[in-house]
Every structure is written in C-alpha cells, then in structure tokens.
C-alpha cells in the first residue's frame, strides 16, 4: 500500500528553466514532508522540508508547497542547474516512521 | 566529520543463506534506521534502532532482524534469503530519528543480490 506516489519517473528539463517534481499522499496525520535527493551509487541526501501546518517553504533555488486539502506536494527548482540531475524521493512522516515515493529522475539538459 | 558507512558495499548470495549487513552511524548520532530500496518500490522502512532498543517496525517478515550495540553501530539480518530480497539496503542515522527538524543522514548502501 503506497502511501505516497510519485506518478512522474522522469522528468527533463533545460538549463536555467523550472523544475517541477510532484508528490501525492493519502494520509493526513503525516506530520512533515521531505525531500532527498540521490545521485548514483551514494545514499538520499536531504533537500528541504515542510510542516504540515504550513504551506511553503524555501531555500535558496528549492521551494516545497503543501497543499493539504488536495494531498499534495510539489517541490520547484529554479533556475535548474545541470547538477541537479537525479533521482528525487518525496517522504512523508508520522510519529514513528518514515514512507518514501518510488522517485523521479529528473534530467536538465545543457 | 565522518558521515554514515555501510559495509559491505556489494555481497552476492545464494536463496536459503543469510546475510549480516553494518552500519556505522555519524559520530553522535542515537538512531539508526534501516531501508530497502527496490525498483518500483521505492525506499520501504524495515527499523528503527535508537540507544540499542527497536524503537519502530515496518511491514517486513521475521527474517528481517537487526540490532543496535552500545555504540550506536547497528547491524541487519536477513535470514532464509529469497530472490525477492535483492535490493539496495540503506541505512540512515540521526540524533534522535530523524523527525521534524532533526535530519536523516543516509550511507551509501549495501547492494545484495539473491542468486
């Protein structure tokens, strides 16, 4: 039972554009959202993160945005650099543990 | 400082063996938690170990163990291997498990492959 999907596998993108990744879930007692990032052959490294009692958050080219009435939650990259191609989990937690998406590999093309 | 360590990197195994998989958390850090990750699946949580106590247990059979030792290293055990048991296996430390602001430190996994 997937808790949290993320329906795109792969994205691609141009330099210098936006980035949009998108993650639905189904519980709403997950208190935070997260996201990591993972390149090849190295563990998730954390991005960002958002309570759930708020709507936003940013940090530097990464925001996060909830939107708790529709279960969603979108992280957006701008501008999108080359190194930002990877693999990105979404992951949402409750008191005692943590459920991960299946992962988009998002690809910005030079 | 030193980040999370697993060991070993790849192993290969035959179905019916057992595997011990370690990890070394960051210097400090209480909690260790365990991951598999599949493709398709994403990344499951097995455990969590804080100060060598389970604390939390996800949805996996009893052949799934681990345990934690007085310096917060932390080994899993998988027992009665089956070919659905390949996978990448994470783990991930903290200081105190990784909720709310405090964050989860991942290594860089252990790859098994059930032949």
């Known amino acids: 039972d997937q808790q949290v999907k993320q329906n795109s596998p792969s994205l691609s993108v141009q330099e210098g554009r936006i980035s949009i990744l998108n993650c639905d879930y189904t519980?709403?007692?997950?208190?935070?959202f997260l996201w990591y990032k993972k390149y090849p052959a190295e563990g998730p490294t954390f991005l960002i993160s958002i309570s759930s009692i708020k709507d936003k958050n940013e940090d530097g080219r990464f925001t996060v945005f909830l939107n708790k009435s529709a279960k969603h939650l979108s992280l957006h990259i701008v501008p999108s650099q080359p190194g930002d191609s990877a693999v990105y989990f979404c992951?949402?937690?409750?008191?005692?543990?943590?459920?991960f998406g299946t992962g988009t590999s998002l690809t910005v093309i030079p | 400082k030193a980040g999370v360590t697993q060991t070993p990197r790849y192993l290969i195994k035959t179905r019916g063996q057992q595997v011990t998989l370690s990890c070394s958390p960051i210097s400090g850090h209480r909690s260790v938690s365990w991951y598999q990750q599949t493709p398709g699946q994403g990344l499951q949580f097995l455990f969590e170990?804080?100060?060598?106590?389970?604390?939390n247990k996800g949805n996996f059979p009893g052949r799934f163990s681990g345990r934690q030792f007085s310096n917060s290293r932390s080994e899993m055990n998988v027992s009665t291997l089956e070919l659905g048991d390949s996978a990448l296996y994470l783990c991930?430390?903290?200081?105190?498990?990784?909720?709310?602001?405090?964050?989860?430190?991942f290594g860089p996994g252990t790859r098994l492959t059930v032949l």
């Open positions: 519980n709403s007692m997950f208190d935070y």
């Open positions: 170990y804080f100060s060598e106590t389970q604390r």
């Open positions: 992951a949402s937690e409750t008191g005692n543990q943590f459920y």
């Open positions: 991930a430390s903290s200081l105190f498990g990784g909720r709310g602001t405090d964050t989860q430190y």
